[in-house]
C-alpha cells in the first residue's frame, strides 16, 4: 500500500471514528489489553514479542509492565506520534510487510491484514513467519463496514497462507482472549500424517460437542411441543378459561416438579 494513502486511511479520524469505541488510552482499551498481555505471559511465556501492528503502543506497554521485551511497529504515523513518551523508543513507524531488524520469540498481529490487498496480505504473512515461530493471528472474517478493510476473509484463507510457510494452527491452544477467531499459528515440521491426525482429533471433540448440542435442542424441542399441545388440549376441553389460564397452572406445575 502506498505509504501516502496509509496516512491519509489511518489518521485522527480513524481512530477515533472506525475503531468501535474511540482508540485511545482509556480504561476500556487500557483493560482489554492489560487481559491479553496477562494470558499471553501466562500461557505462552515468551521473552521477546512484536507487536505488528502496534497502535499507539497499549499491548506493548502491557507487555513490558510484566517483563517481556516488547515492541511495536506500525504504519500509522498519527498513533506512532501518539505512543506515550517512555515507549517510544519501542514503537517504530514501519510496515508488516517490510523485514523486521530481528526474530522475536512470539509475534502479534491483531485486525491488520484485512487492510492490506491480498497481495500485500500473503508477503505479510511471509515476513511474519520469517522473524518467529509462533504467531497469534487475529483477522476480522465478518467486518465489511470498515472503509479501510480490504481484504476480509474467512479463517481458512489465512490458514492456507500460513500454511505455505510451514505454520500450522495449534489446535490446543485456545486464542479467543484475542478475539472468536484468533488463531496461534506455529511452525511445525512433522510429517503430515501427524498434523492430520492432530486436526481429526480437534475435529471429532467439536463433533461430539456440536452432536450433544443438537440432541438437547431436540429434548428441548420435544419438550416444548408437548406443553404446547397440552395447553391446547386444556383450552379446547373447557378446563381451562384462557391460553393465559393454562400458562399459569403450567408454571405452578413446573416450580413443584
Not at 491479553?36 to 501492528?53: H, K, N, S, Y
Not at 502496534?54 to 515492541?71: D, H, K, P, S, T
Not at 517504530?92 to 500485500?120: K, M, Q, T, W
Not at 448440542?213 to 381451562?240: F, I, T
Request: charged share 25%.
Amino acid at each position: 500500500m502506498d505509504p501516502a494513502a496509509s496516512q491519509r486511511l489511518f489518521d485522527a479520524y480513524y481512530f477515533a471514528h472506525c475503531c468501535g469505541e474511540p482508540y485511545k488510552r482509556s480504561p476500556a482499551w487500557l483493560s482489554l489489553f492489560n487481559n491479553m498481555a496477562e494470558a499471553i505471559t501466562r500461557q505462552i511465556d515468551p521473552r521477546t514479542v512484536l507487536d505488528a501492528g502496534c497502535a499507539m503502543g497499549i499491548l506493548v506497554e502491557a507487555l513490558r509492565q510484566r517483563g517481556v521485551e516488547a515492541w511495536g511497529v506500525d504504519i500509522s504515523q498519527y498513533a506512532i506520534q501518539n505512543v506515550p513518551p517512555k515507549l517510544q523508543p519501542y514503537c517504530r513507524l514501519g510496515s508488516v510487510v517490510d523485514p523486521f531488524e530481528r526474530s522475536y520469540d512470539l509475534i502479534v498481529c491483531i485486525e491488520v491484514l484485512e487492510h492490506l490487498p491480498p497481495a500485500e496480505a500473503e508477503r505479510a504473512v511471509a515476513n511474519l513467519c520469517r522473524h518467529s515461530a509462533d504467531i497469534l493471528f487475529s483477522s476480522t472474517p465478518l467486518d465489511y463496514q470498515e472503509p479501510s478493510h480490504f481484504n476480509v476473509q474467512p479463517p481458512e484463507y489465512w490458514a492456507e497462507l500460513f500454511a505455505r510457510q510451514g505454520f500450522f494452527r495449534d489446535v490446543d491452544f485456545d486464542a479467543s482472549f484475542i478475539t472468536a477467531w484468533a488463531v496461534r499459528f506455529r511452525r511445525q515440521d512433522d510429517p503430515l500424517a501427524r498434523l492430520v491426525r492432530q486436526y481429526e482429533r480437534k475435529f471429532w471433540l467439536l463433533w461430539q460437542e456440536n452432536h450433544q448440542l443438537r440432541s438437547l435442542a431436540m429434548q428441548m424441542r420435544e419438550q416444548l411441543a408437548q406443553q404446547e399441545a397440552a395447553l391446547a388440549g386444556g383450552v379446547q376441553g373447557g378446563w381451562l378459561k384462557s391460553p393465559r389460564q393454562a400458562l399459569r397452572r403450567l408454571l405452578r406445575r413446573g416450580k413443584h416438579a
